[in-house]
């Protein structure tokens, strides 16, 4: 059974922290190399970064310096630390395998990091 939990979101204040986490199923998380993703109002869902399964990382312009993603292989579980978070950085945010989100059939329920003075 195909399970993604995302956990970690909530309301701070721009120039602060948080730490995302997602606790994934083996089926979806072994051998894959896994992403965040963000949706904000009215947008489509973008990809965030990207980890391979050795753990090298690949982000979006945007995040770069800012966000860390990472992995623990033998937990199953994706994070995504976020530093000097911004207004636009608003959006709830959801793991995955990395792909187009378009084309992946299963999404857990997200977590909303609301970004606001």
């Known amino acids: 059974q195909v399970q993604l939990v995302e956990s970690g979101g909530g309301l701070v204040q721009p120039g602060g922290s948080l730490r995302l986490s997602c606790a994934a199923s083996g089926s979806i998380f072994s051998f894959n190399t896994m992403a965040w993703y963000r949706q904000a109002p009215g947008k489509e869902r973008e990809l965030v970064a990207v980890?391979?399964?050795?753990?090298?990382?690949i982000y979006t312009d945007s995040v770069k310096g800012r966000f860390t993603i990472s992995r623990d292989n033998a937990k199953n579980t994706l994070f995504l630390q976020m530093n000097s978070l911004k207004p636009e950085d608003t959006a709830v945010y959801y793991c995955n395998k990395y792909g187009t989100p378009g084309d992946l059939d299963y999404w857990g329920q997200g977590t909303q990091v609301t970004v606001s003075s």
């Open positions: 980890i391979t399964i050795l753990g090298s990382p």
